[in-house]
């Protein structure tokens, strides 16, 4: 005997640390300090909450500048690595990898002083040219199956101002929230007859055998997310083989070994990744009439 099961998905080493410190070259009473101030810096977040399962997530910002007072300066804009360390977004239960770009292809890094002065951002400012806007983007890399939640750091952006080539300050530092929400999902497939299929909408076919003596048939599915989830299960005629003639046979489905009724369906809270079994069982039906019996079961998985 064979059954259609029909499947839909729903929304869903050691390190080392060491620390280098750099000392920047000290004010002397010659120099000419150029008086500028962080008007305002968004706050670093993606439009969009963070799917472990996409590409990835990119958000545009902008940083502030005035120059208030002093002489005409040439200014380096950079961003530190964040209060988390090495640029890392954190919850109470898990970290989240993130970076700061200074184009939105994302193919060159926003530094400190520290770090490379090619990677931290360049101007000149004036009483005529009072006010500068920087534009810079911030990605999450797509691929880390964290819990979901709200994960954040802070980071500082530094001004300092060159002189005959040699940056001193920071002139000016302003802090900023860097924050994300990563989302639930859950991603599945099923395992019939040793082929795996993603559980996408496609359509497999358990063969039960031959029904005299009782029937059964297993098939497996397994799933993976970063939290909760809820197994839905329902039958086309109520968890009843029916046969061509109108004559029907029931029979009972056991997901991991825990029997579930399919009179009315049925939903199972699981969570975590892991394989599941689901086991189908026939009484013998040695009095039914000889034909083909089959049902349609229908399993929804949805991320909570």
């Known amino acids: 005997m ?24 000290a004010w002397s009473k010659d120099k000419d300090r150029c008086e500028i101030d962080i008007s305002s810096i968004d706050r670093i977040e993606p439009t969009d909450e963070y799917d472990p399962y996409s590409g990835g997530a990119t958000g545009y910002h902008q940083i502030e500048l005035e120059h208030d007072d002093g002489p005409a300066c040439a ?5 530190d690595d964040g209060g988390n360390g090495s640029r890392v977004l954190e919850s109470s239960k898990d970290r989240l990898v993130y970076d700061l770009y200074k184009d939105s292809r994302l193919s060159q890094r926003v530094d400190d002083v520290r770090g490379s002065e090619s990677n931290m951002f360049a101007l000149s400012m004036d009483s005529k040219n009072d006010n500068a806007t920087v534009q810079f983007f911030s990605n ?30 920071p002139i000016a530092s302003r802090t900023a929230q860097v924050r994300t929400k990563v989302r639930s999902v859950v991603s599945a497939s099923v395992i019939v007859d040793g082929v795996t299929r993603p559980l996408n909408g496609s359509v497999g076919t358990l063969d039960l055998g031959d ?33 061509t003639g109108g004559d029907s046979i ?55």
């Open 2 to 25: 064979k059954m259609p099961i029909l499947f839909r998905p729903l929304p869903f080493l050691s390190a080392l640390a060491l620390g280098l410190l750099a000392v920047l070259p």
């Open 140 to 169: 999450i890399p797509g691929g880390q199956l964290v819990q979901k939640g709200t994960y954040s750091d802070r980071v500082t952006v530094n001004v300092y101002q060159l002189i005959d080539g040699t940056p001193y300050g």
């Open 211 to 243: 029904l005299t003596r009782g029937g059964g048939g297993r098939f497996d599915l397994d799933i993976s997310g970063n939290g909760d989830y809820s197994l839905s299960l329902s039958s086309s005629n109520g968890g009843r083989l029916v046969g």
């Open 75 to 79: 200014i380096l804009v950079g961003i």
């Open 250 to 304: 029931g029979y009972q489905l056991y997901v991991s070994g825990r029997a579930v009724s399919l009179a009315r369906g049925t939903t199972v809270d699981l969570g975590g990744s892991g394989r599941y079994g689901l086991q189908v069982q026939t009484d013998g039906a040695a009095q039914a009439l000889a034909g083909t019996y089959s049902d349609s079961l229908l399993l929804t998985i949805t991320a909570n």
